[in-house]
């Protein structure tokens, strides 16, 4: 635990300025973000008497090494750099609201020739007209239904829509009505951009009006003797006006507004948010966030806003957000907003009125939302805590192993030798830290040894960011720090324990890779997959843990993690050795360039046969290339011819290489199985 009086700014050091700020720990890595309208008092608050500060804050500034802090011009600045640097180095002690669900939208590819109306889900796309999101996706799916009737957009896949076009007929909804058939060309790409576009104005709000002129077309019809057309624009209005109920009014007005609400205890917070557009609810979503930071309602209100605006503009944000209490930096957060929708957006407590009322409805689902994750989280939190305790007790570390990584080798019979690592934070995966090796200091087979060569890259990598950042005193960052930017490096951070596929024999090599380089202070251990043991370093006999073991439980989801990404490494890097060809060989030819010569000539064979001359004729291909291209495919031999094993006959091959024999057509084993016995593999 760091003593904050040890990295504490010196007196008059601090601007009293509008700024940033970021603490960084031991690691050179940056743990919490900050703003502030005047620098010197707000970071001056964080090194008074521990005693006085709050207890999240307490720990913050003892596991921080180092605080430094950037001057800007105004506070709307500072907003804007407090929000980017958060997502950029994902601080732990700051809020961040996660979603409880992915929430799915009604999407309309307008990027496309001819748009496609679906249901999305995850980050938002260039090009593409967004609606919602919304709580389930089979409601975007009824309203869709009901529409296609009056704007018959295309739904279909693009194999879908290609597969039509080649066979020249539409698919069901082409045939039933409710698909414009762009596919087979009943309508022109303009005439289904425009069906499109009058779709998402619909979706947007902008109905009454279209009603009227659906109506109005009706009554035309009528007048002119149309019945069937009438009839058919009568049915029109009545899926629209169907559709239309799914979301019921709640301003009269038609207002465009997002409503937020919270709900929070001592230890977490909920949020939820209602879309309103055109007076209509036209989306719902929420998010849940632990209080890492000393954070009241008015804070929880502002990181809300920078979560849900961060990335929009312009209509995504509307002309008005009402909220449960103000931020503090009103007046910035406003500014902000506007900028980002380009007009004024106004920024306020609903006080009366059906607003009002909403907002007790969003409040009602942000208190249910909470109390729903408390249900869900409390056994995984207690469980995953009782799992960590059990390790150390286990294995007599001093503390529970917050940070677990775990490593396997994975082969074919002594082909693509590879390694996974995986990591779980707090005993839960962090995929962003995972990371994959090949096998490069020999040839062959010996688990052994390779899990020797693992671990050391491993840690010297460690080593060398460590070197890197080295060690610092005081408020003073070395020179040799001052390209380190905080953001995760990989390998940089130590973890309290290695877990290794396997059993003696693999343990002890892992602890002799970290014995050469004098790492002492982490501590190792192997998981033998048949009898679920155990083992440490220098132990004759493996540590048992019952089997109804929360602990155990934990490393064999580590060992089971770290097994399944040892073999998707594995069989990619196999399946594109098979799939390698005599032009995957030229040095200087890449993938453009061999997919144009095999284009051009049509196959190897036919490469292999063509004089520099005629190589020379494809596009981006010189005659120095075209002469190291004859010279590769010469000193390749050629494939093998296949046999017809029916007739005898020899079957003309024109593709690039002979079929490649697959394990099980050689009878072969490989090490993607699941057992993993605790004696090395042979």
């Not at 039509?164 to 698909?179: D, E, F, M, T, V």
């Not at 869900?376 to 529970?400: F, H, P, Q, Y």
């Amino acid at each position: 635990m760091a003593d904050p009086s040890s990295y504490r700014p010196r007196p008059g050091q601090i601007p009293d300025s509008p700024g940033v700020y970021k603490f960084r720990d031991e690691h050179h890595r940056v743990i919490y973000v900050g703003k502030a309208k005047s620098l010197r008092p707000r970071l001056s608050s964080y090194f008074q008497d521990l005693a006085n500060l709050h207890p999240r804050t307490r720990t913050m500034v003892t596991t921080a090494a180092s605080v430094e802090w950037t001057v800007v011009s105004t506070e709307v600045e500072a907003l804007q750099l407090e929000y980017s640097w958060i997502k950029e180095f994902d601080p732990r002690f700051n809020v961040k609201y996660r979603d409880d669900k992915s929430y799915p939208s009604l999407a309309v590819t307008m990027n496309e020739e001819f748009p496609r109306v679906q249901v999305m889900r995850g980050p938002k796309k260039k090009g593409v007209r967004y609606f919602g999101p919304y709580g389930h996706a089979w409601a975007i799916r009824e309203t869709v239904d009901l529409m296609l009737r009056v704007f018959p957009v295309r739904t279909c896949s693009a194999g879908v829509f290609k597969r039509s076009a080649q066979i020249g007929r539409p698919c069901l909804l082409g045939y039933i009505g409710k698909c414009a058939a762009p596919c087979v060309g009943r309508v022109t790409p303009e005439e289904h951009r425009e069906l499109a576009e009058d779709f998402c104005d619909f979706m947007a709000g902008r109905t009454g009006t279209y009603l009227k002129r659906i109506e109005q077309q009706m009554m035309i019809a009528a007048e002119d003797m149309e019945y069937e057309k009438a009839a058919r624009l009568r049915d029109d209005i009545e899926a629209l006006k169907r559709a239309l109920e799914k979301n019921a009014i709640v301003f009269t007005d038609a207002t465009d507004a997002d409503l937020i609400a919270l709900a929070e205890d001592e230890l977490e917070a909920a949020v939820q948010i209602f879309h309103v557009r055109g007076g209509r609810v036209r989306g719902q979503r929420g998010w849940v966030t632990d209080k890492v930071e000393n954070v009241d309602t008015r804070g929880l209100v502002e990181h809300a806003l920078q979560q849900l605006y961060g990335e929009e503009k312009g209509d995504a944000v509307p002309k008005e957000v009402l909220v449960p209490a103000l931020p503090d930096d009103t007046a910035a957060v406003n500014q902000w907003l506007t900028d980002k929708r380009g007009s004024i957006v106004s920024l306020r407590i609903p006080q009366r009125g059906d607003k009002k009322d909403l907002m007790a409805t969003v409040q009602r689902n942000a208190q249910q939302a909470l109390v729903l994750h408390k249900t869900k989280r409390a056994s995984d939190l207690t469980t995953r805590s009782r799992a960590l305790e059990e390790i150390a007790e286990a294995l007599g570390l001093d503390g529970a192993p917050l940070r677990i990584e775990c490593f396997d080798i994975s082969h074919l019979q002594g082909d693509d030798v590879v390694a996974s690592m995986v990591v779980f934070e707090d005993g839960l995966a962090r995929k962003s830290e995972y990371r994959r090796f090949e096998i490069k200091g020999f040839e062959g087979q010996d688990d052994v040894r390779s899990m020797h060569e693992v671990i050391g890259r491993r840690f010297k990598r460690y080593l060398a960011a460590k070197e890197k950042t080295g060690e610092w005193v005081g408020g003073e960052v070395p020179e040799a720090e001052a390209d380190d930017d905080g953001r995760p490096k990989r390998f940089a951070y130590p973890p309290q324990l290695v877990v290794v596929d396997g059993g003696q024999p693999q343990v002890a090599a892992a602890k002799r890779a970290l014995d050469e380089l004098g790492i002492d202070d982490v501590a190792v251990c192997g998981l033998a997959k048949r009898l679920e043991e155990v083992w440490l370093p220098d132990d004759d006999d493996p540590v048992v843990l019952p089997r109804s073991s929360e602990g155990l439980y934990l490393l064999q989801r580590v060992r089971d993690e770290a097994h399944r990404f040892a073999i998707t490494y594995q069989r990619s890097k196999r399946a594109k050795r098979f799939r390698a060809g005599p032009l995957d060989e030229v040095a200087g030819l890449g993938e453009t360039r061999r997919l144009a010569l095999l284009k051009h000539f049509g196959s190897v064979k036919k490469l292999r046969s063509a004089t520099i001359d005629q190589i020379c004729e494809v596009p981006g291909i010189g005659r120095k290339t075209a002469e190291t291209v004859l010279a590769a495919l010469a000193a390749a031999a050629p494939a093998a011819p296949a046999v017809n094993t029916a007739t005898g006959e020899i079957i003309e091959d024109e593709g690039d290489t002979a079929p490649a024999v697959t394990p099980s057509q050689n009878g072969g084993t490989t090490h993607d199985r699941p057992e993993h016995p605790a004696e090395p593999r042979t």
